[in-house]
C-alpha cells in the first residue's frame, strides 16, 4: 500500500509539472495572451504543525493549481473516542475568477486525494485509510502589494470513493465523514 501510495506522488508531481510547462510554453507564443504562475501557502496547516504547498498556472480568467498538504486534524473536530487523525492531500483543481488579473471572487472545484490514519483514544495502533473526494470551494484574492495577495476561502469536499469503515481497534470503527467542510486564509504571488 505504502509502494502505491509513493508511485502515485511520485505520478502526481510529475504530471502537476508536466502540466505547467506545457502551459508556459504556450504562453510564449506569439498572438498568445500572457499566462500567469503562482504559488501559494495556506497559513492554517503549519499552526496546526502539517505543510503546504501550492503551485497555479492560468490565464484571462481561469487557473490551474496544483496542492500538497498535511494536517494533523484537532481532537476538537474528530469523533469522540479517536484521536491523531492526520491526512496528507494532492488535488488537482481549477478555478474561475469573476475578475481578470487575479481579483476578486472565485470559485473552483476539483479532485482531492487523501492518504489518512487515526488512532482511538488509546493510542495502541495506527490505522491507514484513503479518500478520494471532489471538492467544491469559493474565495475572494485581495491585492496586497504589486502581485502579492491574500484569500479568505471555504470549501466543501465531497467523499465519493475510498474506505468508508476504518477498524481501527477490534471494537472501534472510524466512519470518515461523506461531507468534509474546510477554510482557511491563503497568501500568494504570481509571476
Do not use: C
Not at 495572451?33 to 496546526?48: A, C, P
Not at 470551494?137 to 468508508?164: E, Q, T
Amino acid at each position: 500500500m505504502k509502494f502505491v501510495l509513493k508511485k502515485f506522488m511520485v505520478k502526481f508531481i510529475l504530471l502537476a509539472i508536466l502540466g505547467f510547462i506545457s502551459l508556459v510554453a504556450l504562453a510564449q507564443e506569439p498572438g498568445i495572451r500572457k499566462m500567469n504562475v503562482g504559488i501559494e501557502q495556506d497559513i492554517l496547516l503549519y499552526v496546526t504543525g502539517g505543510y503546504f504547498a501550492g503551485v497555479w498556472a492560468g490565464k484571462g480568467h481561469i487557473r490551474v493549481r496544483a496542492i500538497t498538504a498535511r494536517v494533523n486534524k484537532p481532537d476538537f473536530i474528530i469523533p469522540n473516542g479517536f484521536t491523531n487523525n492526520k491526512v496528507t492531500a494532492f488535488a488537482l483543481l481549477g478555478d474561475y475568477f469573476l475578475k481578470e488579473n487575479w481579483k476578486g471572487w472565485w470559485i473552483g472545484t476539483g479532485l482531492v486525494y487523501w492518504k489518512s490514519t487515526i488512532q482511538a483514544d488509546e493510542k495502541v495502533h495506527t490505522a491507514d485509510f484513503e479518500n478520494w473526494l471532489v471538492n467544491g470551494s469559493i474565495g475572494y484574492n485581495f491585492k496586497l502589494w504589486k502581485n502579492f495577495y491574500v484569500s479568505p476561502w471555504g470549501a466543501l469536499h465531497i467523499r465519493v470513493g475510498g474506505d468508508r469503515h476504518v477498524k481501527v481497534e477490534t471494537y472501534k470503527i472510524f466512519n470518515p465523514p461523506f461531507i468534509n467542510p474546510e477554510g482557511s486564509v491563503k497568501f500568494g504571488i504570481y509571476f
